[in-house]
Structure formats: C-alpha cells, structure tokens
C-alpha cells in the first residue's frame, strides 16, 4: 500500500534555531517528492518539488534532501522565524496516472 | 495572475442536506483536483479532472460528486450529508495533470454538518 509516514507529529523550536522534519515513503514507482508549508486556515504552498535524481534542493532557508534508495526525505529549516509556524506536508506521486499520497504532516511552532 | 479561488469560503449544513462547493482554477490551467482535510486523516483525494473529463477518484463514497465545465471551473457536490463530513475541503490547479507539474492549491472551503 502506498503510504507517506512523517515525523515527528508535532516541534516546538525557538525562533533563531534549526530543525529537521523527516518523511518516509513506500511509495512505487516513485516519480517526484514536495514539500508543502500550510499556514493555518490556508491552503498549502509548495516548498520543494524533487525527482529520483535529484538529491538536495534548497528554496531560501529551506532545504529539501531525497534518498530514493532508503525512501527517505527531509525538510531543514535554517534560522527558524515566527512566520515558520505552520503544518509542513510531504507529498509523493507515483508515475503514470496516479493521484497524489499525503503525508499527515509536522506541525511545528516557533516562539519567541 | 490571480491564484485558484474557491467559494464560498464558510458553510454550515444540517445532516441530509446536500452542498455544492466551486472552484475556479488559475487562468490557463485545465486540471483541477479535489481534497478534503480533516485533522484526523489529513489530506485525502477525492478526484481529479483534466478537460471536463475525471481522470481519478479517490476511495470516497457516491455521495461525493463532481464536475468540470468547459472553461476548467469545477463543482464538487456532497449529497445527504453526515457530520464526518465536517472538514476542510480544498482545490489544486495544474497546468496539466501530469505528475511532474507543480499544483497549486485554493484557500479551501469549510464545511461544518451539524
């Protein structure tokens, strides 16, 4: 069955400091990997987008890394900002005529 | 280059009513899918369409409805609802439905079944 496992379910970080969201998948055949942010109330905006071949891609203080062998994906954020608080979603789509596989996401928090 | 918008953006029905929700994609795009999120399950599709024809649907049941019209806006419709219907359900626009094309998702649509 194609499932999207993340963790942890929940981080609280202070403003100013790193963090690493994980994402695991058993997703096949595999076609590309994102990363999503959904702030409260709103829909999601994507972060990342990543291909089998692809094994780091960054967007500003968002860095997404992808081990298609271990099926494994990250999510590290630098210098984290108040702004950061919100539900970051990982999201796998298998090739062919496939619907998207959602990941239950991390909510993380920042405070001051 | 406005973003996808759905409407109405608030709505509370009684359990058996039926609702219909609408969507209007980013200008140019001609796929459009559909999602319901609740905090339990998280995201979950309920079905994509590309040229007013679905081409996927997820493991809802018939009460979840849809439709795209010729200029890509679409209509999902959920008929004699039940309160596990409460949820967030939102849009995604894509150029084409192809799995490489980035989707781009509306602000979503709160439904509340009381």
Known sequence: ?112 | KAGVTQTPRYLIKTRGQQVTLSCSPISGHRSVSWYQQTPGQGLQFLFEYFSETQRNKGNFPGRFSGRQFSNSRSEMNVSTLELGDSALYLCASSSVPETSYEQYFGPGTRLTVT
């Open chain 1, 1 to 112: 069955k194609n499932q999207v496992e993340q963790s942890p379910q929940s981080l609280i970080i202070l403003e100013g400091k790193n963090c690493t969201l994980q994402c695991n998948y058993t997703v096949s055949p595999f076609s590309n990997l994102r990363w999503y942010k959904q702030d409260t109330g709103r829909g999601p905006v994507s972060l990342t987008i990543m291909t089998f071949s692809e094994n780091t891609k960054s967007n500003g203080r968002y860095t997404a890394t992808l081990d298609a062998d271990t099926k494994q994906s990250s999510l590290h954020i630098t210098a984290s900002q108040l702004s950061d608080s919100a539900s970051y979603i990982c999201v796998v789509r298998s090739s062919g005529n496939t619907p998207l596989v959602f990941g239950k996401g991390t909510r993380l928090s920042v405070i001051a």
